[in-house]
């Protein structure tokens, strides 16, 4: 009688002591789970926050598009020959032979 006694007070301190084991485990994983709430609280805050600097007013689109002509002119039309370029030939010259030693 005595023996059974003891052995179910020591199941009862076990699993007493189990059971505050698991409520501490159970307090730490809330712990995390709030600080991971928090987290994505903030995660939240800071996309929307780029997305706001991301929009653009509609008057900045217009003022990013390209216009281009509609025909796009393929053969030039007459051109003026180039100028005289002899004294520009002459002056290159000049400039960039050495004289010739006499």
Known sequence: MLLEEELEL??????????????????EEELELLLLEEELELLEELLLEELELLEVEPRTLQLLTLRFPLEVPWKPTEV????FRLPFQLMLLAVTVLPEDE
């Not at 020591?10 to 307090?27: A, Q, S």
């Not at 003026?80 to 100028?83: K, L, N, R, V």
């Open 10 to 27: 020591l199941e009862e301190l076990i699993l007493e002591e189990e059971l505050e084991l698991l409520e501490e485990l159970l307090l």
């Open 80 to 83: 003026e020959p180039p100028a």
